[in-house]
C-alpha cells in the first residue's frame, strides 16, 4: 500500500509556505513543455506549456463512456443504460519549491463538460427510454504536491475544487424538463504522473 503521508505533508507546506524552500531550485525552464496524467472520479491526460520557470499554462481533457447491459428475468427484457462524460480544462499553474525533489503547485482555471446518459426500462406499453443531457461550465481550483524521480518524471497527488453552472434537459415517455442548477464539488486525485520535455 502506498502511504499518502510525505505528499500530503509536502501539499501543506506548499500551500503554507513556499519561502520556507527559497533556496530550492525547480527543474523548469521557460518554452519547456510537459504532459500529465491523473486518475480520480475521472481519468485525464493534458499539456503544459511553460512560459516561465515557475509558471505554466495547462490544458487537460478526459473522456468516460461506459454501458450496461441486465437481463430482467421478471419481464423477459433487457435494462440498458450508459453513461457518457467528458470535461475539458485550461488554466494557469504555478509552482514553487517545498523541499528536495518536491515542487508544491496551484492551478486555476476554467471547467468545460458535457454528460449523457440513457437508460432503457420496462414499461406498460413495452420498453421506455429516459435520456438525460447536461452541460456543466464553471471555474476550478487546484492544490497539489509533486515528487520529482528526476528532472524529466514526477509523481504526485492533488485536490480540486469545481464551481459550475449547470444546464440540461431530462426526456422521456410524455416528459421533457429541462435542467439547471450549480454544482460544487470537491475530490482528491491520488495518482499523478507528469513528464517534461
Known amino acids: 500500500m502506498i502511504r ?3 505528499f500530503a ?6 500551500a503554507l509556505c513556499p519561502a520556507a524552500a527559497g533556496a530550492q531550485t525547480l527543474p523548469f525552464r521557460t518554452g519547456q513543455w510537459g504532459a500529465e496524467f491523473q486518475s480520480g472520479d475521472l481519468t485525464t491526460a493534458g499539456v503544459m506549456r511553460f512560459f ?3 509558471s505554466a499554462l495547462v490544458l487537460d481533457a478526459g473522456v468516460l463512456d461506459l454501458g450496461l447491459d441486465e437481463d430482467d428475468k421478471v419481464n423477459s427484457t433487457t435494462d440498458e443504460s450508459s453513461l457518457s ?3 475539458a480544462r485550461l488554466g494557469l499553474r504555478s509552482y ?7 515542487a508544491g503547485f496551484w492551478t486555476a482555471g476554467v ?3 458535457r454528460s449523457s446518459q440513457k437508460q432503457t426500462i420496462p414499461g406498460f406499453a413495452g420498453p421506455q427510454r429516459i435520456e438525460e443531457s ?4 464553471g471555474a476550478f481550483g487546484q492544490l497539489g504536491a509533486d515528487y520529482h524521480v528526476t528532472n524529466n518524471l514526477a509523481v504526485g497527488m492533488a485536490f480540486d475544487v469545481v464551481f459550475a453552472r449547470v444546464s440540461g434537459e431530462r426526456t422521456g415517455p410524455n416528459t421533457n424538463v429541462d435542467l439547471s442548477g450549480h454544482r460544487f464539488t470537491a475530490a482528491f486525485t491520488p495518482v499523478r504522473v507528469s513528464l517534461f520535455f
Not at 514553487?96 to 518536491?102: F, G, H, K, L, Q
Not at 447536461?134 to 461550465?137: D, G, K, P, Y
Open 134 to 137: 447536461e452541460t456543466h461550465l
Open 111 to 113: 471547467e468545460l463538460a
Open 52 to 54: 516561465s520557470p515557475r
Open 9 to 14: 505533508v509536502a501539499l501543506v507546506l506548499a
Open 85 to 87: 462524460l467528458w470535461a
Open 4 to 6: 499518502s503521508g510525505p
Open 96 to 102: 514553487m519549491p517545498v523541499a528536495n525533489r518536491v
